[in-house]
């Protein structure tokens, strides 16, 4: 199912990118990744992530354009994306968010994958599949993260827009929301014992996710398999969103 099948994975060097990317390739798919460090991209794909990667902030269209067409020429084509990369919020109080900085989480969670999809529309293949990475948050928001909050709801209603214009062409479009797993991002409240026990009074499941699920979930979304789950919202949480 997944053999010589062809994905961009966007924040691919960290992470859920970096452990979706290292589960597909594993699984004998062509992955192309992208980060925002040069370091970053060349050790994951020096480290077998991935077939290949690109420098890009998704915040810039001419980068992601790029990097998508460069991921096009070298893979020999497109059969998904995995529209992945997203920043942390500031982690305050709304009142004294900066808006600045909110406007940088939606520059980046929101429009960031907007960009992505649009880039990768044109290239790829009929029936094709684009995920875009969500959260948990757009469902059940935490106090003190409106702004990573509010980025990521944005993201489920641009996944769900995407498959109402798109999914007549062939393309799926999911949202994915995670709830919380090991990543440079989530390490500071997960490796925290005090904060980690007080999130996991809030997950059924009694723990936080494995990466491996996250691949392999993901493997399944952006598989031929999954094409009629377009417009749908998917939770990986463990039942916090209950």
Excluded at 31 to 39: D, K, L
């Amino acid at each position: 199912m997944t053999q010589g099948r062809r994905y961009v994975i966007t924040g691919g060097t960290s992470g859920i990118g970096r452990a979706c990317a290292e589960h597909l390739t594993a699984a004998g798919a062509k992955v192309w990744i992208t980060g925002t460090s040069a370091a970053n991209v060349t050790a994951a794909v020096e480290a077998g992530v991935a077939l290949g990667g690109s420098v890009c902030d998704v915040r810039d269209d001419a980068d992601v354009h790029a990097a998508v067409l460069e991921a096009v020429e070298s893979l020999g084509g497109l059969d998904g994306v995995f529209a992945n990369a997203g920043i942390d919020g500031e982690g305050k109080p709304a009142a004294e968010l900066s808006t600045r900085n909110f406007q940088q989480v939606l520059d980046v969670n929101t429009l960031g994958a907007f960009r992505v999809c649009r880039a990768a529309y044109s290239h790829l293949t009929r029936p094709g599949t684009l995920v875009i990475n969500a959260s948990v948050n757009a469902q059940r928001p935490e106090a003190g993260f409106t702004d990573y909050n509010v980025s990521k709801a944005a993201a489920v209603a641009l996944a769900k827009s995407l498959a109402l214009e798109w999914s007549g062409e062939g393309l799926s479009v999911i949202a994915l929301c995670p709830g919380y797993f090991p990543s440079r991002m989530t390490n500071p409240y997960l490796n925290d014992e005090q904060t980690a026990a007080e999130l996991l009074k809030h997950i059924p499941a009694g723990r936080f996710g494995d990466l491996r699920e996250a691949g392999a979930t993901v493997e399944f979304l952006l598989g031929p398999h999954a094409s009629f789950m377009t417009g749908a919202v998917v939770t990986l949480d463990g039942g916090r969103s209950l």
